[in-house]
């Protein structure tokens, strides 16, 4: 592959994790040019469907919270990606007689593809994320729920505190404040999922709003111990990740979805009643 760079994305995350991407594939030839070197390049290749794996979905993450629409057909392509990138992988260990550069090539083939063809149409997405600071709490976040808007608060303190860390602070110092942030969001999320039942609102929109909690909580996971071990630096994982989350998820997916709740004009007249109940009793405590 050369010297090949993708593109800059605007997004510190994307780009870090398109680098991890052509390192791992240039390690890989370098093992597959050394005479015995097939199986720790097979090794590789599954470090480097993870990475592939984690790094299309942290896109999916960006692409749901900025309302991207063709969000579904471009997770499509994700999944294809990975299924032929597995596929040829395989073969390296079932079909011996296959030549193991001429599978890296078409796995760099598969990626150049995608990251500069496929990709170029969500490119303006990724670098909204520049116009994005950790910020204070804002009225034009409010929900209308009192318990949501001060969970939503308290997250952003989190993620405030994590900006005012310099990227050589203690990891143990990092390590608590991400704890802390993760229990509440856990917590928060449940909250949020609670409002609706099996029997009330637009199913669609709860499947994909509980999707894209998921997807958070899978991607903190993910890049937690990469923080730990410096892999990541901590302002762009807050810049990359966090200020999108937070921000991004609140006022996109957070306020209109519960704003239907808040009318009740998603649900049939019991839901809306139940609802109502809920709010009466909220209101009371
Ligand atoms: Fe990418
Ligand atoms: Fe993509
Ligand atoms: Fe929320
Ligand atoms: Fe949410």
Same mark, same amino acid.
């Given at each position: 592959?050369?010297?090949? $760079?993708?593109? $800059? ?10 680098? /991890? ?12 040019? #050394?005479?015995?070197?097939? +199986? ?9 469907? *993870? ?48 030549? +193991? ?7 760099? =083939? ?36 009192? #318990?949501? %808007?001060?969970?939503?608060? @308290? ?8 900006? *005012? ?10 390590? $608590? ?20 039942? =099996? ?33 990541? @630096? ?9 200020? %999108?989350?937070?921000?991004? /998820? ?15 004009? @998603? ?12 709010? %009466?009793?909220? @209101?009371?405590?």
């Amino acid at each position: 592959m050369g010297n090949l $760079q993708f593109p $800059q994305s605007g997004n510190g995350l994307i780009d870090e994790g398109h680098e /991890h991407l052509m390192v791992l594939l240039a390690e890989i030839g370098g093992h597959l040019r #050394q005479p015995n070197g097939r +199986p720790e390049a097979i090794a590789l290749f599954s470090d480097f469907l *993870n990475a592939l794996r984690n790094h299309l979905g942290l896109e999916e993450v960006i692409l749901r919270t900025n309302g991207y629409s063709q969000l579904n057909n471009h997770a499509r392509r994700h999944t294809q990606l990975i299924d032929r990138v597995t596929e040829m992988v395989e073969t390296l260990t079932y079909a011996p007689s296959v030549h +193991p550069l001429e599978v890296l090539d078409r796995v760099s =083939d598969l990626l150049i593809e995608h990251e500069m063809v496929e990709d170029s149409d969500i490119w303006p997405c990724l670098a909204k994320q520049d116009s994005l600071q950790p910020t204070t709490w804002g009225a034009e976040m409010e929900t209308g729920i009192e #318990q949501i %808007d001060e969970h939503h608060k @308290a997250m952003i303190e989190y993620m405030t505190r994590l900006h *005012n860390m310099s990227d050589d602070a203690p990891l143990e110092d990092i390590a $608590q404040v991400l704890n802390s942030l993760r229990s509440l969001a856990i917590v928060h999320f449940e909250l949020e999922e609670s409002l609706w039942t =099996d029997q009330c609102g637009d199913q669609k929109a709860n499947n994909a709003h509980a999707k894209a909690h998921v997807e958070i909580l899978e991607t903190l996971d993910e890049m937690t111990p990469r923080l730990q071990t410096g892999e990541i @630096a901590l302002s762009t994982f807050v810049d990359g990740f966090l200020t %999108d989350w937070l921000i991004n /998820h609140i006022l996109r997916v957070d306020q209109p979805h519960i704003a239907l709740f808040n009318s009740g004009a @998603a649900f049939s007249d019991e839901a809306a009643a139940t609802l109502k109940n809920r709010k %009466d009793k909220a @209101a009371i405590q």
